[in-house]
């Protein structure tokens, strides 16, 4: 069965005379005496049918047209229809172009009302528009996200394999968490219990041992309690792990990502950041980088104290964030905090010199995290990649190694020095797609009130 | 720290005289007299490095030279080492050229025994390789098979990306399975009851009632309680789903993402090919199709006698497949069986026509599955686009309406006409890349047996 001969986008005024089939959604329908008027809607964009009495034409033709427009008057908005019209050129409409409707079939009726307005003229409450996710995807700001996903994706994935990169699909049922117990979600495999990955962390790095330039675009779970505009129990992680690299070599792979993603957004996304009335920002390279201790002083500059070697939350960030915006030292909101203190970082993160902060000595961390204004976007480290150095911090963080066994004893067999970074792709899209949530950022998002649809 | 200046693949006889920094595995040692030869791997291949006592030197320069080629050979293999050394011509290098060592750092050393070969001499059996899985994939057969995955992924979603699909993330975590109750994999979602998806089937479709054309490449779980070389219990499924499309629409989309699959192997992964010894059948489109009714009469032909109406399982599938393959119609093994029994497909699928097989009245679908050979590659169909047929269907088969009203509740307002297909991406290894068991395609392959590593 062919439902279409085009898109509706795909009709031009040079097809003028042109009898074409087209589908889609009954966007809206008004009628007016004699004439009926019904903009239907396709993925592609919106075209006007007019559908009149033709006046050379026999008394039963017109009878026909008469209850057509009958007809079409009376579909319910959302309704999925099959028209076919011929091509006019008409000044007035939007694209200079509308068909004249000939037939019309409704392939899928819709109830009314409707339980979200779709044209997008009632600006509806995002819990309104998740519980009606599938109907709430129709409006062209909820898709334009959606399609910026995929292209972030892609452009990510082309500036990956362009370094050699490999992409590889590590598991998600895991026999243990990366980051000890807290917001694993439980799995009964096989009668046992076993865990959601939380991150392809352990099996990344073990995968630099052998493909060395590793990349993962993937669904990753966190149990969040906290109900946040940025927290999301199912995300997807782009995880990437480099052999013979340190945090330096991943940091330059990740800006570059960034920027790969926001230069292919603003060329081949350029639609859909118009229906979303955002630019992303522009960004230059390098990123700009501060180490732990001095975001520390700027904070401490700005009248806030944090505990020497401890992390800074979102209001220590608002802050820290502000001040590095007023002095130019962002590039286009982002920047990179570097060199944390060893003990706030996972345990795999190799250590890195010592610093006094605050008359305090701290043990650093060849770690990172890139940050676009207040928001985590990624974090990274060189990883440790000797052993006993790994079993040191287990036990400093009250892990057992005995429970890391399976990942640790790799480690006598020649793992190569290496580092990596994870980033949160739909915090990402705070930033590229102007989102205020990342949960707009998913198809269907799953979190603490979340399981359906 | 920079490890090194080049991938030993880059090493050229041109480079004749410079002195480069390489890193990577030892991949074998061998010492005789005065010389030691060291075979030095990285992702890209292997160099050897010989070290020898220059004889225009200081007796003390000597002297350091004499104890580096001694401790040279007496690194155990797989160490992770960095080597400085000078570019040479050597005619009876493979590559033509080697390199004169200078100097080693030993990064990582690796304990001996090794619990896995990975020189490739031994040929280990499967169960031993995956339970070694880190140091298997150090192998280079491994290796190639995951890099040709990689390949396929990019080859599908470079396809898809050109006739306008776009890629999606839809939830893993679900309220209720699709095909019912077998197999689904439980988890606890803040204290309820949840599954892991089987497949992004629902998801997909409500998507097509917005995006109309998705793709999603993602892991998929079932608890598989058989323990066949072409079952997993997680796996990588391609996923298609088209608005305003049928069965036939699809079956072209995916013999043409076969097609573009196997192309893409035969030149950009013509190495990895060579290494697998290995070449990919020869697909021309179309692929043949056969209906279900045209394989029960070749069963029948064959001396098969199957139930009317009633699946294929692999022993008929092998028959089956011999029989078309004798009469050239296969397309490098590929063929299509078309037209399925309603009964023994998925609710969700559209019915279509009768035909009378063995005697017997038999309800058809519009419905088909892409087989290599015995192995069912990819499963799709024409989708039932209207509730009421879906309700139907779904207590023909003993499930409840009223546990899928999350779902069906979104037929009510403008579903289109759809159509799709699942596809196993590790199946699809087995005659892309010449496996004969899927784990092999995997990572770390998930299974009844196996949770680690």
Redesign the interface.
């Known amino acids: ?1 062919k ?2 001969d085009l898109l509706v986008a795909e009709i031009t005024p040079e097809m003028e005379g042109r009898r074409v089939r087209v ?3 009954v966007h809206a329908v008004r009628s007016i005496g004699k004439l009926a008027f019904l903009i239907l809607r ?2 592609s964009g919106t075209i006007q049918v007019t559908f009149r009495v033709p006046k050379d034409v026999s008394e039963e033709e017109k009878k026909r047209y008469k209850e057509l427009i009958k007809k079409v008057s009376k579909i319910p908005p ?3 229809v099959m028209v076919v019209g011929v091509v006019r050129r008409d000044p007035r409409a939007p694209r200079g172009v509308e068909l004249s409707g000939e037939e019309i079939e409704v ?2 009726e ?2 009314s009302p ?2 979200l307005d779709v044209s997008g003229k009632v600006d509806a409450h995002i819990d309104t528009r998740l519980a009606n996710r ?2 709430d ?2 409006r062209p700001e ?2 334009a996200v ?2 910026l ?2 292209l972030s ?2 452009a990510i ?1 082309e500036y990956l ?1 362009s370094l050699n990169f ?10 243990s968490g990366t980051e000890g117990g807290a917001q694993l ?6 009668g ?1 219990t ?1 865990y ?1 990955a939380q991150s392809p962390q352990l ?1 990344k790095e ?2 630099t ?5 590793v990349f993962e675009i ?2 990753a ?1 966190r ?1 969040e309690e906290s109900d946040t505009p940025y927290h999301l ?2 995300f ?1 992680s782009v995880d990437v792990e480099m ?4 945090y330096n070599d991943v940091m330059k792979v990740l800006e570059n990502v960034v920027k790969r993603v926001i230069d292919s957004v603003k060329n081949e996304g350029r639609k859909w950041l118009e229906v979303l009335g955002h630019e992303p920002p522009e960004v230059n390279l390098p990123i700009p980088r501060i180490t732990y201790k001095e975001a520390w002083e700027i904070l401490k500059a700005e009248g806030v104290e944090v505990e020497p070697g401890e992390d800074f939350g979102t209001p220590e960030l608002r802050k820290l964030s502000e001040a590095l915006e007023r002095e130019g030292k962002t590039s286009g909101g982002f920047y990179f905090i570097t060199d944390w203190p060893a003990d706030v970082r996972p345990f795999y993160t190799k250590r890195g010199g010592k610093e006094v902060i605050g008359g305090k000595e701290v043990d650093l961390s060849e770690s990172f995290d890139l940050n676009w204004r207040h928001l985590e976007i990624s974090s990274g480290s060189t990883r440790i ?2 052993r006993n150095e790994l079993e040191e911090e287990l036990k400093k963080r009250g892990l057992n190694p005995a429970n890391f066994e ?2 640790l004893k ?8 290496h580092a990596g970074w994870g980033m949160g ?1 739909q915090r990402l899209m705070v930033p590229v797609a102007g989102i205020p949530n990342v949960r707009l950022a ?5 979190d ?1 009130k979340r ?3």
């Open positions: 069965m439902y279409r589908a889609g959604w396709d993925f959302e309704s999925v392939l899928n819709a109830k409707l339980p599938p109907i995807l129709r909820s898709q959606l399609r996903v995929s994706a892609k994935r394999y490999v992409e590889v699909f590590t598991p998600k049922i895991i026999a979600v439980p799995v009964f495999y096989f046992k076993a959601l099996y073990l995968l041992s052998s493909l060395e330039y993937a669904p779970w149990h129990a199912e997807i052999a013979f690299a340190d990649h000797r399976w990942y790799w480690y006598d067999y020649g793992m190569p020095p792709l998913s198809t269907f998002p799953r603490m399981l359906v649809p």
